[in-house]
């Protein structure tokens, strides 16, 4: 076949690890095959980010901005381990956090279904999707011990010498406290992510948080995103035929478990980091668990939610043979290429991107399949591959769908 032509680059993020490794395969064997690939190269590999003083990280996020669409690999956050491991000049910070603070917005999290996987909770049929907050909250936080009697208080300070207070806690014994903060700017971004990932995915967005009880805080949260919801989205709603509805999160929760899925599940920044992982597990398994960072603006971020598979790494280094499983790190691909033709109005690659999807998930239907889905899979006649066999074989059956 002729390989399919793209007019933008997309921004390609390479990153650590086996992860890494998989990731030159993935392109080596799935892609350039089939498609004339134009991407601007950053390399985020952690060597690479050290030797230029992580400047390469803070341009690929602007790259994005520029061109629109990305695709990363998994990538090492140093932490003190990693610092001698590499010889770090300093303990970079993560890559994706760096990232979402310049692109700003949301990431969604979808969990890949396959037939022969059930997931945990019966009822779930079709996918439920996190949307994460990517700002503030805990992970901005000030903390402090309290380590004798005394008072704790909230102060802020106008420009101009206003000074509001609110008192926290009158300490007589050792106890903790914690201030942290949001931007009502990062909450309507958050907000519109969500509103627009529904209209684009034509799926129905719930939003959760504690408002009774956070009567300030989670109060604006919910507010901003009724009034969003009501002077811009709510016409495009009902022509799509898709709902927006608030409830509190302890409500969200017990509906989620009941529900058949198939919704956006928007949730603040430490709701999803934790509720992702629950979704993931429940669904199966981490490595089948895709991630997209939507911007405001409408620029897009794909890539895997799991890690680097370190422990793969090391094995593979030593010559053994590994089991990893590439198929988040393939929809990165995929989403991105489709995308990438949405924008560019290029149907091959729009279908080239359903085709990468249908030839890996047929390969597992089929019985072939890496160790962690093999302890999943309710098929008989399971054939365990290697991380490499694994991408051959999908080679194989993509090139099925072309011939
Ligand atoms: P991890 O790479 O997600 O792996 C944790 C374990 O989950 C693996 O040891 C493996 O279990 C299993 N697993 C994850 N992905 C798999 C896959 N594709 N196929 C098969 N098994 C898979 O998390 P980690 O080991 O905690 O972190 C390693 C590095 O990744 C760290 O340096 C961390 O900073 C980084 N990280 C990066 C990102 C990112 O870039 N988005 C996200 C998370 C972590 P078994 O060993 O039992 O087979
Ligand atoms: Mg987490």
Redesign the pocket.
Known sequence: MEKIKMITPLVEMD?D?MTRVLWGMIKEELIKPFVDLKTEYYDLGLEYRNKTNDKITIDSANAIKKYGVGVKC????PNAD?VTEYNLKEMWKS??GTIRAILDGAVFRAPILIDSIKPYVRTWKEPITIARHAYGDVYKDVEMKIESEGKVELVFTGKNGEEKRELIHDFKDNGVVLGMHNLNKSIESFARSCFNFALDSKQDLWFASKDTISKKYDHTFKDIFKEIFENEYKDKFKEVGIEYFYTLIDDAIARVIKSEGGYIWACKNYDGDVMSDMVATAFGS??MMTSVLVSPEGNYEY??????????YYKHLKGEETS???I?TIFAWSGALRKRGELDNINELKLFADNLEKASLCTIDNGFM???LASLSSLENIKVVNSFEFIKKIRVNLENLYI
């Open positions: 990153g690890e998994a990538t090492i956050t990693r890559p994706n981490l490595a890539e895997a939610a799991h890690g680097t598979v370190q422990r793969h990893t499983n590439s988040a890496t160790k962690d």
